[in-house]
């Protein structure tokens, strides 16, 4: 599967980045008034690569439909590995 390309900011609700700011999950609006959130890694460009993968933000993955943007948020939190963990260690059930 070839990657795909970050979303258009103007989609966007909320962003939460990882520690290092190197993998985030965004929450979109989508055009029929619903939500849904997207995992994202963002990859350097390395000589090796030759340009075939630019440096910029490329989905890893998009989830679900909501009827909130919270309900995306909560399912993200609860979905995403490295997420969940910085919630669970924050004090937050688990």
């Given at each position: 599967?070839?990657h795909?390309?970050?979303?258009?900011?103007?989609?966007?609700v909320?962003?939460?980045?990882?520690?290092?700011?190197?993998?985030?999950?965004?929450?979109?609006r989508?055009e029929?008034?619903?939500?849904?959130?997207?995992?994202?890694?963002?990859?350097?460009?390395?000589?090796?690569?030759e340009?075939?993968?630019?440096?910029?933000?490329?989905?890893?993955?998009?989830?679900?439909?909501?009827?909130t943007?919270?309900?995306?948020?909560d399912?993200a939190?609860a979905?995403?590995h490295?997420?969940?963990?910085?919630?669970?260690?924050?004090?937050?059930?688990?």
């Open positions: 599967m070839s795909l390309e970050a979303l258009p900011d103007q989609d966007v909320s962003r939460i980045f990882d520690g290092d700011e190197l993998r985030r999950v965004l929450v979109l989508r029929d008034g619903f939500y849904s959130f997207v995992h994202e890694t963002y990859f350097f460009e390395a000589p090796e690569d340009g075939c993968i630019p440096a910029d933000w490329h989905i890893d993955f998009c989830f679900g439909i909501y009827q943007a919270q309900v995306a948020e399912d939190r979905t995403v490295w997420l969940r963990d910085a919630y669970i260690n924050k004090g937050h059930g688990g």
